[in-house]
C-alpha cells in the first residue's frame, strides 16, 4: 500500500531563510507528483506537477525535485516571505487495482515570520 | 474560465438527513474526484469519474452516491447523514489523455456539520 510521508509536520522560520520541505513514498511505480498549498479554510491550490520521467520543476522561487529511486520529493523555497505561510502537501498519482487515485501526505504547516 | 466550483460553502444537517454537494467545472476534463479532509487525517477519496456515465468507489464511499450526467458536473449525493460525515468536502478535476496524466485543480470546498 501506497503511503506518503511529509517531514516536518510543520516549520516556522524568519523571512528572507531558503528552506526545504521534505516528501516520501513507499511505492515508486508512480506516474507523477503534485505539490500543492492549501490556506486556511481554503481548498488546494495546484504548485508543481513532475511527471514521472522528470527530475525537477521550477515556478518562480519554488523548485521541485524528484527522485523517483528513492521515492522522495523535495520542495525548495526560496527567499521566504511571510505570504508563503500555509501547508504544503505533497501527493503521488499511481495505479491501484484497475484505477488511478492520489495518495496525499498529511502537509508541513509553514509559518514564515516577518 | 472559473475552473473547479462548489455549493454551497457550509451546511448544516441534522442526523438523518439528506443533501447533494454540486461540483461543476469549465475546464473540459475527463476526470472528477471527491474528497473528504478531517483534521490530521489528510485527504480521502470519496468518488471518482473518469468520464461522463462512468463512475468508480474510492477509499471511503459508504454513505454516499455520486452520479456523471455530463462532462462538466459531478454531484456528490449524502444519504441519511450521519455525524462522522461532519468534514471539508473538496471536489477536483484533471484531465487525461493517452499515457498523459495532467495536474488536478481543486474547488474551494464544502464545510458540512452533521449534528
Known amino acids: 500500500k501506497q503511503e506518503v510521508t511529509q517531514i516536518p509536520a510543520a516549520l516556522s522560520v524568519p523571512e528572507g531563510e531558503n528552506l526545504v520541505l521534505n516528501c516520501s513514498f513507499t511505492?515508486?511505480?508512480?506516474?507523477?507528483l503534485q505539490w500543492f498549498r492549501q490556506d486556511p479554510g481554503k481548498g488546494l491550490t495546484s504548485l508543481l506537477l513532475?511527471?514521472?520521467?522528470?527530475r525537477e520543476q521550477t515556478s518562480g522561487r519554488l523548485n521541485a525535485s524528484l527522485d523517483k529511486s528513492s521515492g522522495r520529493s523535495t520542495l525548495y523555497i526560496a527567499a521566504s516571505q511571510p505570504g508563503d505561510s500555509a501547508t504544503y502537501l505533497c501527493a503521488v498519482r499511481l495505479r491501484v487495482g484497475g484505477s488511478e487515485k492520489l495518495v496525499f501526505g498529511k502537509g508541513t504547516k509553514l509559518t514564515v515570520n516577518p | 474560465n472559473a475552473g473547479v466550483t462548489q455549493t454551497p460553502k457550509f451546511r448544516i444537517l441534522k442526523i438523518g438527513q439528506s443533501m447533494t454537494l454540486q461540483c461543476t467545472q469549465d475546464?473540459?476534463?475527463?476526470?472528477m474526484y471527491w474528497y473528504r479532509q478531517d483534521p490530521g487525517m489528510g485527504l480521502k477519496l470519496i468518488y471518482y469519474s473518469v468520464g461522463a456515465g462512468i463512475t468508480d468507489k474510492g477509499e471511503v464511499p459508504n454513505g454516499y452516491n455520486v452520479s456523471r450526467s455530463t462532462t462538466e458536473d459531478f454531484p456528490l449525493r449524502l444519504e441519511l447523514a450521519a455525524p462522522s460525515q461532519t468534514s471539508v468536502y473538496f471536489c477536483?478535476?484533471?484531465?487525461?489523455?493517452?499515457?498523459?496524466?495532467?495536474?488536478?485543480?481543486f474547488g474551494p470546498g464544502t464545510r458540512l456539520t452533521v449534528t
Open positions: 511505492d515508486s511505480a508512480i506516474y507523477n
Open positions: 477536483a478535476s484533471s484531465y487525461s489523455s493517452g499515457g498523459a496524466r495532467y495536474e488536478q485543480y
Open positions: 513532475i511527471q514521472s520521467s522528470q
Open positions: 475546464m473540459n476534463h475527463n476526470y
